[in-house]
């Protein structure tokens, strides 16, 4: 059974920078999309940016584009966040997700072709 483990998160002010890191163990089949989402408070989880594994395309939320950064680390099995200029807005918990879906780069922000998802970690941005 695949496992997803987000660490990185934080405190930082508006203007910091931080780099979520998620471990992927266990694997059994190809994983095609690697995802990070966000959901703050009262608020539905949202895609953040997206990474097709297989070609390292990548898809980002208008919201990030320019200040948000994802990568993989085959070697690792890692996924990466490198997330700069952070806003108040950015608060939320932030989590990773994993599709087997060949399809998934057509619906990168879908909740509904991840099989795997992380825990969790919280982002918390001040003013």
């Known amino acids: 059974q695949g496992q997803l483990v987000e660490s990185g998160g934080g405190s930082v002010q508006a203007g910091g920078s931080l780099r979520l890191s998620c471990a992927a163990s266990g694997y059994t089949y190809s994983i095609h999309c690697m995802t990070w989402f966000r959901q703050a408070p009262g608020k539905e989880r949202e895609g953040v940016a997206a990474?097709?594994?297989?070609?390292?395309?990548?898809y980002y939320a208008d919201s990030v584009k320019a200040r948000f950064t994802i990568s993989q680390d085959n070697a690792k099995n890692t996924l990466y966040l490198q997330m700069n200029s952070l806003k108040p807005e950015d608060t939320a918990m932030y989590y990773c997700a994993a599709s087997r879906t060949p399809y998934c780069s057509f619906a990168y922000f879908s909740t509904n072709v991840y099989n795997y998802w992380g825990q969790g970690t919280q982002v918390t941005v001040s003013s």
């Open positions: 990474i097709y594994t297989g070609g390292d395309n990548t």
